[in-house]
């Protein structure tokens, strides 16, 4: 699969779950209305749990006054109830939104924790062992997260070890019924390691 084609199954899938209209997917897929209209329907076609997993969550937001994360963090919606159409229906697309991308930001952040971790135990700790005598860089070589990504400022010399421990720890940081894929670029850059 391409990058582009990757880039409109991602737009496709994400707008579908969270309720985008033919009309909407059509501007961002820059595809005919009908296109985008066939589309939805075959999604709901070839995935119709999707649509009782959308209706579950409005149905238990409604209820509770709020959704949770796999892991029970919850999002609350007060407007969920809301007489006002506009208001509810906003309420509605973030009962389905805050569990999907709430559990990401969740495994996101315990997958940091864990690469953290052995970081500091494996590369962190073996600097010290091995030269004593040279300063060691600091060990924060994580420096930043954007959604789903991590970037790192690796020396050469330990690419291959933090890339192992990277590409495990974000694999292994939960255990769903889809195994969860990581992968790893590098660069001088962000946009190289693109």
């Not at 997917?25 to 009908?34: F, M, T, V």
């Not at 209820?63 to 007489?83: A, C, Q, W």
């Not at 494996?122 to 060990?139: F, G, T």
């Not at 991590?150 to 939960?174: C, G, S, W, Y």
Request: hydrophobic share 40%.
């Amino acid at each position: 699969m391409s990058k582009e084609q990757r880039r409109r199954a991602k737009t496709a899938n994400f707008g579908i779950i969270y309720g985008i209209s033919a009309f909407g997917l059509a501007q961002q897929l820059d595809c005919p209305r009908s296109e985008a209209k066939a589309l939805i329907d075959g999604y709901f076609e070839a995935f119709p749990r999707v649509i009782d997993f959308i209706e579950s969550q409005k149905r238990f937001a409604r209820e509770h006054g709020y959704v949770e994360t796999l892991f029970g963090r919850k999002r609350y919606l007060p407007d969920i109830n809301s007489h006002n159409a506009t208001v509810r229906s906003f309420a509605e697309r973030n009962a389905v939104n805050a569990p999907i991308q709430g559990t990401a930001a969740d495994i996101i952040k315990m997958a940091m924790v864990a690469i953290h971790r052995r970081i500091r135990n494996e590369v962190i700790a073996l600097r010290h062992q091995s030269d004593s005598s040279n300063p060691v860089l600091p060990e924060n070589l994580m420096i930043m997260q954007v959604h789903d990504e991590l970037n790192f400022n690796v020396p050469e010399a330990e690419v291959d070890k933090v890339r192992t421990i990277v590409v495990e720890e974000m694999q292994n940081a939960v255990h769903l019924t889809v195994p969860l894929i990581a992968e790893c670029g590098v660069g001088k850059n962000w946009l190289e390691a693109h």
